[in-house]
């Protein structure tokens, strides 16, 4: 009902898709990831079924209420230890999760006004929260579990940028405003996820996944992301 009413365009009340396919097809791709952790090994089975019992939760109600964006932030978490686990999953390793767990529990807190733009109480918690993580970010370099300094280079740009959409949502409150910050958010995630690949993996690597950004900025012109 909340879709049909303030996101008419999206796939399932245009009628795109129906309910029960759509159901279907998540279904079958949440079975799919748990079988294919499964042999990997019995360390990521277990982390992918954390995380798909919380992306159930979450679905089945707790998005509506004040745990919603924490639990959208640790699905979100959960999602990067299934990607660390590949390496040895120790207590230190395990803590280059926290940034995107503060980063995307605040995104989530502001894309819940995107359509009313009715507060913006949801915008200084959202701005307080990219703080975190960047100061979170800091200290993981600090500490040697994030190397590459010239890594916070990325952070203090995105942050900048981000902080000015923030600060533009706050000045004009209206759904466009808002939406365009969560917009830009969310492919925020992009650099965050390329981060970690420098930090963990060849160069290249990360260089393939900040490209994605690229292409994610040419898809959000055509389609709404959020």
Not at 7 to 32: E, K, N
Not at 90 to 115: C, D, H, K, R, W
Not at 194 to 217: D, E, K, N, P, T
């Amino acid at each position: 009902e909340e879709d049909r009413r303030d996101r008419p365009a999206r796939p399932l009340p245009a009628g795109v898709i129906t309910l029960r396919h759509a159901q279907r097809l998540g279904g079958a791709l949440l079975i799919s990831g748990l079988v294919v952790t499964a042999l990997v090994g019995a360390t990521q089975f277990v982390i992918a079924l954390i995380l798909v019992t919380l992306i159930i939760a979450y679905n089945a109600g707790v998005k509506k209420t004040p745990f919603g964006a924490p639990l959208m932030g640790a699905c979100r978490l959960t999602n990067w230890l299934l990607a660390l686990s590949i390496v040895d999953l120790t207590m230190s390793v395990g803590l280059l999760a926290l940034p995107i767990f503060f980063y995307v529990t605040s995104l989530t807190l502001l894309s819940q006004i995107e359509t009313t733009a009715h507060t913006k109480m949801a915008i200084y918690a959202c701005a307080v929260g990219m703080m975190i993580t960047a100061i979170t970010l800091v200290l993981l370099n600090a500490t040697d579990l994030l190397p590459h300094s010239w890594a916070l280079l990325l952070v203090g740009a995105g942050l900048t940028l981000i902080l000015q959409r923030l600060y533009h949502a706050l000045n004009e409150l209206t759904p466009a405003n808002i939406q365009q910050a969560v917009t830009t958010l969310v492919l925020g995630i992009i650099p965050l996820d390329a981060i970690m690949v420098f930090a963990g993996a060849q160069w290249w690597g990360g260089v393939v996944v900040i490209s994605l950004w690229f292409c994610a900025r040419l898809y959000a012109r055509r389609l709404a992301i959020t």
